[in-house]
């Protein structure tokens, strides 16, 4: 059985967490995943990949993990994604709390994906130089994969630095949740194989790939399956894209380049639009899985 989920931007003007996760679990879908960015530095330096004008939901959204500790309080079973945290502007102690807290207080219902962001100004603030971002995010999540494994947990790192601490309670999920990897450049796989347990990549349409250079999705998954062997890893990756629209054609075409997880993008806006579209896309994920 395929697994669907749903993605949106949680902000202060949409339908609230709670509302929509409760939805979503009624509706048989399988995860929820929030986004994030800290703030938008004003001056707009940076390019957004997306377009000319960046959405106002990127400065309006709800802290994810705060959002989806509200969703784990009203729902049973569904699973509580981020999609992506910026690593980047993140404590790892702090997250790594953060996360191993809502994993306990759900029943071991986090997936976490990461990324190290587009921002050079946002992460800036963070103190976080562009140059170093994937270098950083690195160091930083083996160190919480540390934090979550070990009693006593240590790190040394040019960016992650601290002697043995205690730091409880461990995640419900032994090791920590499934870390998947929201990027798309030569480099991905190995990372993906080094201290990520998948792949994560936005889906594009056509005007999307025109604009961002395509994707190759079926050469992605190859070439992550064949790090994860090199890397001598166990079982298999997952794979999982976000940002799918109402397209059952489309949706039956990625799982065929071999997804395992399908994840339909949502507006930010009020139960009235977002509603009939949650509907849509339930009809096409009961159609595919029966």
């Not at 994030?36 to 377009?51: D, F, K, L």
């Not at 207080?105 to 800036?124: D, K, Q, T």
């Not at 540390?146 to 947990?153: G, K, L, M, N, S």
């Not at 079982?235 to 399908?262: C, I, K, Q, T």
Request: charged share 20%; no cysteine; hydrophobic share 45%.
């Amino acid at each position: 059985m395929t697994n669907f989920g749903v993605l949106m931007f949680p902000t202060d003007y949409a339908v609230p967490p709670a509302v929509l996760a409760q939805a979503a679990e009624a509706r048989g879908f399988e995860s929820l995943f929030f986004p994030e960015h800290t703030h938008i530095p004003t001056s707009r330096a940076t390019p957004w990949p997306g377009g000319d004008e960046l959405p106002r939901e990127y400065w309006h959204s709800y802290d994810p993990f705060v959002g989806l500790a509200v969703a784990a309080a009203v729902t049973d079973t569904l699973k509580l994604g981020t999609g992506i945290t910026l690593v980047t502007e993140r404590d790892p102690i702090l997250m790594a709390k953060q996360v191993a807290s809502l994993d306990q207080l759900s029943g071991g219902r986090v997936v976490l994906g990461v990324g190290a962001g587009w921002n050079a100004e946002e992460m800036a603030h963070h103190g976080v130089q562009f140059v170093d971002r994937w270098k950083v995010l690195r160091e930083r999540v083996l160190a919480m994969r540390a934090i979550w494994t070990d009693e006593a947990a240590e790190f040394h790192g040019q960016f992650v630095d601290f002697d043995p601490l205690w730091s409880f309670p461990k995640p419900t999920q032994s090791g920590g949740p499934k870390i998947l990897l929201g990027a798309s450049s030569k480099w991905t796989w190995q990372r993906i194989a080094e201290y990520a347990d998948g792949w994560f990549p936005i889906h594009q349409d056509a005007s999307r790939a025109a604009a961002q250079g395509a994707i190759d999705y079926v050469a992605g998954i190859a070439s992550t399956r064949e790090a994860w062997s090199r890397a001598g890893r166990e079982g298999e990756p997952n794979f999982s894209v976000f940002g799918v629209g109402p397209d059952g054609e489309r949706v039956r075409e990625l799982l065929e380049m071999g997804f395992d997880r399908v994840i339909f993008g949502l507006p930010s806006a009020d139960a009235e639009i977002v509603m009939p579209l949650l509907d849509k896309y339930a009809e096409i994920g009961h159609s595919i899985n029966g």
